[in-house]
């Protein structure tokens, strides 16, 4: 991930082991290995709201585009299926667009004093 060979780990062990003493040290890495394991989940959950996001919006650009091509003698069984899919990425997009302004006004509340 960060591509650290063992002698330049070992050179930033030895500088914080100066610096910050052999007590604080243990402390000091804990803490960095607890927010490098944050930012990974964090990261992950990032990834996978992306991967949703980007099926939902293929999944409605080709019902739009079926609808657009002027199929206005589909099957019955074609009709109920682009239905179905209708209807299950509605309540998708509404708890996309519900969490995306949960996250705004989380930011907007820790932005202001």
Do not use: C, H, Y
């Amino acid at each position: 991930m960060f591509d650290i060979s063992f002698g330049q780990l070992l050179l930033v062990l030895i500088i914080g082991l100066v610096v910050l003493g052999p007590e604080r040290l243990p402390i000091a890495i804990k803490t960095v290995t607890g927010w490098i394991k944050v930012l990974r989940r964090m990261s992950a959950m990032v990834q996978l709201e992306l991967n949703k996001e980007l099926k939902l919006q293929e999944l409605q650009a080709s019902l739009k585009k079926a609808e657009q091509s002027g199929l206005k003698t589909l099957t019955p069984e074609i009709q109920e299926s682009i239905d179905d899919l209708k209807r299950v990425t509605e309540p998708l997009q509404k708890e996309i667009d519900s969490a995306t302004k949960i996250d705004t006004e989380t930011r907007t509340d820790k932005n202001t004093p």
